[in-house]
């Protein structure tokens, strides 16, 4: 056993005082703690954290056990601990750190990845254990301060010094930090390098995140090697040169699909990228069925749906690419990538719903059974990026109208079929398997349907309350980034998006909201992952004290994420209700709202202690309250006949929070009457309409 204790450190004795960042005398008045340091220059190229190795277990959140282990390696065990400047002494380097923060920082985050082999009896292989902490450091008011704040990526520290109550929150995701003082509500954002310190015995891996200068307090975009919130999955995504037992192959029709490391299939290991079979059936072909169900392709009633489905649906279908689409769809169609006549069909389907004229909107159903006609003759046989684009916008649609059985099965076909084009693989894996990978705008795209795949699923399987079929550890896609419009693209934008800011220089008008809005769509509908396969699953809940421990712990983890929201996207209820409010951001809002009512609504009625019931229920009212003002906000600037599907689920699940706990009739009753107004373009509201008068 390697003890830490006995590890030797380079020493520099040195007097440091707090960077200006925490000195400033606009944030605070507070002095700094005068450590003694021992140091180590540290390595400051970006770190690559160590392999996780293959079945090991994660205990981060078993902190009994962690600290059984730290004290054996005579490591600290506290996961919060405030220091006097007598006993503050900075170990610098991996083996040991104190309490303060790096040498010349107000603040910073530390990072561990720790890993500990036990023998298993009978010669089995060993146990291995592993675990991750992320740790924020402070110096202020003569002291310092440390506190544990999660395993996945950051979090946030609340404490008081001096009188003066502050947060700090650090993001190694998106390598940003904000300092807030609450006493005047000034905040500060920063951003953050990474410094690696390397490892030591059982510490596999010690890295620092430090502020390096301040940053304006608005959508930050991170490169996308750095936007993976859990360090293990940067781990897989990082490509390798090593040749895989598995990928891509060329099927018995000459179609790519993927075959996993167990697969029947030998992979080939060699030579030049493979090209889809040209057998795909011709878009051409089916120009008939269009007509069979009355449609004419040149009809204004195409161009009119398209708008529509751009400028309300969109946001909530980024699993297709609109520049992609809009360009194949106005320029050369014939073996286009990126359009085909169902997924045409498909989208003016969704977007007809929307339509105000009722004549027109009824030829949603037309369009869906062209669509759907066309894609069960060639889409199952032949899987391709638009056949999973279609089968997706179809188990929507379905879903819309309250045939929740059928949306159900189709979002199946959709996700297993991305699966079986690997899609859960990120793209830059296949550029030398795959020859139609060809520039880097297909792999952004790829990249863009897989996380639109994979915020659907979440969505969908909250509405349902059904298992997730797309799970986040197996996936390895980098997050998504954006592309550049092409040019004429404000007929197409989103509602809410402004054009006259468009023309003015280094402004997007609203358009970085809803990348950021997607974004951040992805990291809430991993937490809601988390939800759905932890606390709703008996085998995971072995006991009510287990149970009520998993509910704070997601909470706590649904907070978090709200703190870290970028400025561009962030809603509260007391802004005015003439603030300029995006259809994503709405959205954003509902699901996360929904999301903390599941997750709390059971333990207000269920047998639990009355602290933890008094908890849930100042939640479960706040959400609701929340819900509210965002249905009232989003009716008064652009209609709830516009309203997204999830506004549905929002509206129900709000309405149940507020009889649980016997709010104002009249709040209830004002949700009853906006599903009313969903009902014009959701038959599902109707059906949720209908429920609600029966129960009550």
């Not at 994660?58 to 996961?79: C, F, P």
């Not at 009119?304 to 769809?329: C, G, K, N, S, V």
């Not at 792999?443 to 699923?457: A, F, H, K, M, N």
């Not at 693209?489 to 220089?505: H, K, Q, T």
Request: contains cysteine.
């Amino acid at each position: 056993m390697v003890s830490v204790k006995n590890t030797v450190l380079l020493a520099m004795a040195a007097s440091v005082q707090a960077s200006p960042l925490a000195g400033s005398s606009t944030t605070s008045t507070s002095t700094a703690a005068v450590p003694t340091v021992t140091y180590i220059p540290p390595e400051t190229d970006l770190f690559t954290p160590p392999a996780f190795p293959e079945g090991a277990i994660d205990i981060s959140n078993n902190r009994t056990l962690v600290n059984e282990i730290k004290k054996e390696y005579g490591l600290e065990t506290a996961d919060e601990k405030i220091t006097t400047p007598g006993e503050v002494t900075i170990m610098s380097g991996s083996c040991n750190q104190g309490s303060c923060p790096d040498y010349d920082k107000a603040f910073d985050m530390m990072y561990t990845w720790s890993q500990q082999s036990t023998p298993s009896p009978g010669g089995a292989p060993p146990n291995v254990l592993v675990w991750n902490d992320f740790n924020i450091r402070v110096n202020d008011c003569g002291k310092c301060y440390i506190k544990r704040v999660g395993s996945t990526g950051g979090g946030c520290y609340d404490f008081t010094a001096c009188g003066r109550a502050q947060s700090i929150c650090v993001d190694s995701g998106k390598n940003r930090a904000h300092r807030i003082w609450k006493d005047n509500g000034h905040k500060t954002c920063y951003r953050v390098e990474q410094v690696g310190l390397g490892g030591c015995g059982i510490i596999m891996m010690r890295v620092i995140y430090r502020p390096v200068g301040e940053i304006a307090c608005n959508c930050f975009a991170a490169p996308a090697q750095n936007r993976a919130i859990n360090v293990f999955r940067q781990v897989k995504a990082t490509p390798t040169k090593s040749v895989q037992p598995f990928g891509l192959q060329a099927g018995p029709q000459g179609l790519l699909i993927y075959h996993g490391p167990t697969s029947i299939y030998r992979i080939r290991t060699g030579g030049p990228p493979l090209s889809p079979s040209d057998m795909a059936l011709s878009d051409g072909q089916f120009d008939h069925v269009a007509q069979h169900f009355g449609i004419n392709l040149e009809d204004e009633v195409i161009m009119t749906a398209l708008h529509q489905f751009f400028r309300w649906q969109y946001p909530h279908f980024m699993f297709i690419y609109r520049e992609a689409f809009l360009r194949d769809h106005f320029g050369q169609r014939t073996k286009s990538k990126y359009w085909s006549l169902p997924l045409l069909m498909a989208i003016c389907a969704l977007g007809a719903v929307m339509l105000p004229d009722r004549a027109q909107s009824q030829m949603s159903e037309q369009f869906y059974a062209a669509a759907e006609s066309i894609i069960i003759v060639s889409g199952l046989t032949h899987p391709s990026i638009t056949a999973v684009q279609v089968f997706l916008c179809l188990a929507f649609y379905q879903i819309g109208k309250g045939e929740l059985s059928k949306g159900w099965e189709l979002s199946g076909i959709a996700f297993r079929m991305a699966q079986d084009l690997g899609f859960q693989k990120d793209p830059e894996q296949w550029i030398a398997s795959d020859a139609s990978l060809a520039t880097s705008e297909d792999v952004e795209i790829r990249r863009r349907i897989y996380w639109g795949c994979y915020t659907s699923d979440k969505i969908i399987s909250l509405i349902l309350g059904r298992p997730v079929q797309l799970y986040d550890e197996a996936g390895e896609v980098e997050h998504t980034e954006s592309l550049p419009d092409f040019p004429d693209m404000a007929p197409w934008l989103p509602a809410g998006v402004d054009i006259s800011r468009m023309l003015e220089p280094g402004s997007l008008g609203g358009r970085e909201r809803l990348i950021t809005s997607f974004s951040e769509h992805i990291l809430l509908s991993k937490t809601i992952e988390r939800i759905l396969c932890t606390l709703f699953s008996r085998k995971s809940v072995a006991s009510g004290e287990t149970g009520l421990t998993l509910t704070d712990d997601l909470d706590l983890e649904l907070c978090r994420w709200q703190e870290s929201l970028p400025d561009c996207i962030k809603w509260n209820r007391w802004e005015p209700p003439t603030t300029s409010l995006l259809p994503s951001v709405a959205a954003l809002y509902i699901l996360f709202n929904s999301t903390r009512i599941v997750l709390h609504l059971d333990r207000v009625s269920a047998d639990a202690s009355s602290q933890s019931q008094s908890v849930s229920r100042t939640v479960c009212t706040s959400a609701a309250q929340d819900v509210v003002c965002l249905v009232r906000q989003y009716r008064a600037q652009h209609g709830l006949e516009h309203a997204p599907l999830i506004f549905i689920y929002g509206i129900v699940q709000a309405h149940r929070a507020m009889r649980a706990l016997d709010m104002t009739p009249h709040e209830a009753t004002y949700l009853v009457q906006s599903l009313d107004e969903c009902c014009v373009a959701w038959g599902l509201a109707v059906q949720a309409r209908a429920h609600l008068y029966e129960l009550f």
